[in-house]
């Protein structure tokens, strides 16, 4: 099947066209269903419409909509509207609308109408799929902002998915001064001499490649450098490992070395981790309570539309076991949802659709409301967890990080976790939200547009809202007589001390069904050029026999179950082998390491070594694989534009 994919996906408001009364409907015949077509009396120079979700009649920003067999176009608005000027002379056209995720149409119209089409989720996989709209989204009427590169025709892999494609919003302003992001010291290497042991928590969150992909594929800009956060960019892709299989385990290790892409000298080590797969209906009754900021600075389209858009996905993935539970805050906080249960389904999109915007933000009086709620209505066996969305503005009362801290680290003990979702664009306070979610003993992801939300809310539901293990820490123990020096690629706000791994007290994070986690260590082997200067009282280890010979290292992980007080332990070593050159690797290491070398560019890391951005598409090019889902392609896609942002690149790896 052959296309041309040129959409994106933005922000979203929940409204039917119909509701909106914009169109006047009449059926066009039994060819075309789900289309409807209407004279326009304003406008005779264009033809205009609106594009809709069938079933649900929600409106679709960001679909694509094309004169066939040209490159003029534009995408939809917010509300999934669109006005399109026709070329002079031009009477008749066959106009050509698409959106990822979706079946494309094809509809015929006449110049002065309005068109109303609604398309079907696409359920059929994709077999060969020629991307050719990577051009210059400047020539495409509707659309402003910078080129996107490339220009290519890209032919993917079997069962590949398009990548997702997005292009600024007309008039959209890209602003990050008021934007919060922590910043971390990139890790440095270690001696084995020095330091044996490297001691971290998992992270599961995502919420930095989501950010990244608004500012490079929607703001047409580089990301602040604290703004990247590698082991976040490795971690949102899914990766190859097999399932645990030591018996009431929740999760397996993984353990894989190759040559370092960046400085061949030194080996690249994989550690990864896969959480048990569980069937949704296998999942424990869900007490959910969405608390919702809904203060003035959440009006943008791109805020509280996007978030009620985004939670209706998930209403809709709710069991008959689940409830739901709806609180608000602005300038004060309340309940307008009582806890309801799933099958209520029409009751909680009601009152998700009653939300507006306005006044001031008491985020400690709505967390403080939505624990309350939570604990009321507690669920013994099962998942309890508030979800806050909101751009992290707190402005009245307990306002303060730590006094925020303080607050979810008293209430986390009552089992009851959290998860965070951020939205927005200029006032995001992602260091606050991520804070937040790690001491809640939850997740943090940012929303950027509506197919972020299906994949956070819908495709991974398990993972998001269901615990499998909570904290779980890692602990690698180097072999002096094999390695003389490390460095952990990210989780700078991870680490831990070595004596909090046998601490059962110590906060670590949590692992959901079916998530994994990724590290990467930049390994420096014995007989290497050091990176650090050798001591001069202690002479290094010697390889005698048994372990010290035969082993690399050794991986040991800590967890408890959700609601448990005691920890287990599980450990796994890695051989000593040669290591495997990196095109011998495995498609995982391979594909992490080229998100850990964009990770590095981007980051602009005084220990990047060799790597440019040609090297990083060539490398991604080639490890992407199968890709079902089209995000590894999308990312290439971020490289392409990272490359063509970063002042004295010449070539962004075109093909």
């Known amino acids: 099947m052959r296309t041309v994919l040129l959409s994106c996906l933005l922000s979203a408001a929940v409204a039917t066209a119909c509701q909106r009364g914009s169109v006047a409907q009449r059926p066009v015949g039994a060819s075309q269903p789900g289309v409807l077509i209407a004279p326009n009396t304003t406008d005779s120079l264009a033809v205009s419409g609106r594009v809709t979700e069938a079933g649900t009649g929600a409106d679709l920003p960001g679909a694509t909509v094309l004169i066939k067999g040209t490159t003029t176009g534009t995408t939809t608005a917010f509300d999934g509207s669109f006005r399109l000027a026709l070329p002079p002379g031009t009477r008749d056209v066959v106009l050509s609308i698409a959106s990822v995720g979706y079946s494309p149409k094809e509809v015929k119209v006449s110049r002065g109408q309005q068109v109303q089409v ?71 290497f270690q001696l084995v001499s020095k330091a044996p042991l490297s001691t971290f928590s998992i992270d599961v969150d995502a919420a930095s490649y989501s950010n990244v992909r608004r500012f490079l594929l929607q703001n047409g800009q580089l990301p602040p450098p604290d703004a990247v956060r590698t082991e976040e960019l490795v971690n949102y892709f899914n990766y190859q490992y097999p399932q645990p299989t030591e018996a009431g385990a929740p999760c397996g290790l993984h353990l894989e070395q190759a040559r370092c892409p960046w400085e061949p000298q030194h080996q690249l080590v994989l550690v990864g981790l896969q959480g048990r797969t569980v069937p949704n209906e296998q999942l424990p009754p869900a007490n959910l309570v969405f608390l919702i ?58 009152a998700l659709d009653r939300l507006e915007a306005g006044g001031s933000t008491a985020g400690g009086a709505g967390l403080r409301l939505a624990y309350a709620t939570a604990r009321q209505h507690f669920k013994k066996e099962g998942n309890n967890r508030v979800i806050l969305c909101s751009d992290g503005d707190f402005n009245v009362g307990e ?63 398990g993972g998001t809202l269901f615990t499998l293990a909570k904290d779980v820490k890692l602990q690698v123990e180097f072999n002096p007589a094999k390695v003389q020096a490390y460095r952990l690629i990210g989780y700078e706000n991870r680490l831990l001390a070595d004596e909090d791994f046998n601490n059962d007290k110590k906060d670590a994070g949590e692992l959901g069904a079916g998530q994994q986690v990724t590290a990467l260590y930049e390994v420096v082997p014995v007989g290497a050029p050091p990176v650090i200067d050798n001591l001069k009282y202690q002479a290094p280890a010697a390889a005698t026999n048994g372990a010290a010979a035969t082993e690399l290292l050794t991986v040991k992980m800590r967890y408890k179950e959700p609601q448990g007080q005691q920890s287990r332990l599980l450990s796994r070593a890695l051989p000593a082998t040669a290591p495997a050159t990196l095109a011998a690797a495995s498609e995982n290491l391979r594909w992490a390491a080229a998100v850990a070398q964009m990770s590095l560019l981007l980051r602009q890391s005084e220990r990047r070594g060799a790597t440019t951005w040609p090297s990083t598409l060539e490398l991604a090019h080639a490890a992407r694989g199968h890709d079902a889902d089209g995000y590894r392609a999308e990312c290439i896609r971020m490289m392409e534009v990272a490359a063509g942002l970063t002042p004295g690149t010449e070539a962004y790896g075109r093909r």
């Open 118 to 188: 609604a398309l079907a989720a696409d359920t059929k996989q994709l077999n060969e799929v020629v991307v050719t709209g990577y051009g210059s989204a400047s020539k495409m009427s509707g659309i402003s902002g910078p080129p996107l590169f490339g220009g290519r025709k890209a032919k993917m892999a079997q069962g590949a998915a398009p990548a997702p494609s997005y292009a600024p919003l007309p008039g959209r302003v890209a602003r990050a001064e008021s934007e919060s992001y922590a910043h971390q010291a990139e890790n440095g």
């Open 293 to 350: 900021d809904v203060s003035g600075s959440m009006q943008s389209a791109d805020k509280l539309p996007l978030v009620k858009a985004s939670l209706r996905q998930l209403v809709r993935e709710l069991r008959p076991q689940d409830q739901v539970s709806l609180v608000v805050y602005a300038g004060a906080a309340g309940v307008v949802l009582p806890p309801t249960p799933g099958t209520q389904r029409a009751d909680i999109l009601a």
């Open 399 to 461: 306002s303060s990080d730590d006094a925020m801290e303080h607050l979810i680290t008293q209430e986390r003990e009552s089992g009851v976790f959290l998860s965070v979702l951020g939205f927005g664009t200029g006032n995001l306070q992602d260091s606050k939200m991520e804070r937040l979610a790690d001491k809640g003993n939850g997740n943090y992801a940012y929303i950027d547009h509506l197919a972020e939300g299906r994949r956070v809310l819908v495709q991974q539901f």
